[in-house]
């Protein structure tokens, strides 16, 4: 492979995933109202929002659009973004012309968005994905206004250090993990807990709250195995960070 074609794959990980039709169609099922998304993660991270109504927000990485939803329905302003055709195709189809979406990878500087348009960013699940934090934050950064919320989850640390103990858990670096209930193999970076702060830190955010979730009780009931699991190990992570200036 040569060095165009390994930038090309690193800055597009799973993309062919996300883009195959059957895949994006059962994922997005899926995440609807299962364990680990709905019963765990989502309300973990909407939980760091404050009040949306009226505000500008950008969900960054959307997916099929379950965060722009909540985040309509809630009154707020939304712009998606994400990278994947069939998941653009999928939020179109929920979201109509109640959201702009645009298709864009994180892995480059985002000019389309101006200069301190948002109120608050939120991305879930989308992170790993992209191994140059510093670019995206600074980003990030740009395109809130003063004072602005950026809310974001990504796999724990621990889990994945549990799932990948033969590489160097203070390194940033590119793992594969198996996705049984999807049959298939998904690449995403891991990075130590200490980078995710100190990368807050140089692109001029402030540290606000940290969120391991647990998940609601309904799931005990619906999903008693996962329950089990995830009230005792962690999984995801969820931040709130605030722009300084």
Not at 170 to 180: A, F, G, I, R, S
Request: glycine share 4%; hydrophobic share 40%; charged share 30%.
């Amino acid at each position: 492979m040569d060095k165009k074609s390994k930038y090309h794959d690193l800055h597009n990980l799973s993309l062919d995933i996300y883009n195959n039709g059957d895949f994006a169609q059962s994922y997005a099922s899926r995440i609807e109202y299962n364990a680990h998304n709905a019963l765990y993660e989502r309300p973990a991270t909407l939980s760091l929002l404050s009040d949306v109504n009226g505000k500008t927000v950008l969900d960054a990485g959307c997916g099929p659009g379950a965060y722009s939803e909540w985040l309509i329905e809630n009154g707020a302003n939304v712009t998606a973004v994400d990278y994947s055709d069939e998941m653009i195709y999928i939020a179109s189809k929920r979201l109509g012309k109640r959201a702009k979406i645009i298709k864009a990878n994180m892995n480059s500087p985002m000019l389309f968005l101006k200069n301190e348009e948002f109120d608050m960013i939120v991305s879930s699940m989308v992170l790993h994905y992209l191994r140059d934090w510093r670019l995206v934050f600074n980003e990030f950064n740009r395109i809130l206004k003063k004072d602005g919320e950026l809310v974001f989850s990504i796999h724990h640390p621990f889990m994945e250090f549990s799932f990948h103990p033969d590489g160097n858990y203070h390194e940033t670096e590119l793992v594969e993990d198996e996705w049984p209930a999807f049959n298939v193999k998904m690449e995403y970076y891991r990075r130590p807990l200490s980078e995710v702060f100190e990368i807050l830190k140089e692109t001029d955010f402030k540290f606000a709250e940290l969120l391991e979730p647990k998940p609601l009780e309904e799931c005990k009931e619906l999903f008693p195995d996962s329950y089990e699991t995830l009230s005792r190990k962690p999984w995801f992570i969820c931040f709130k960070a605030i722009k300084l200036q």
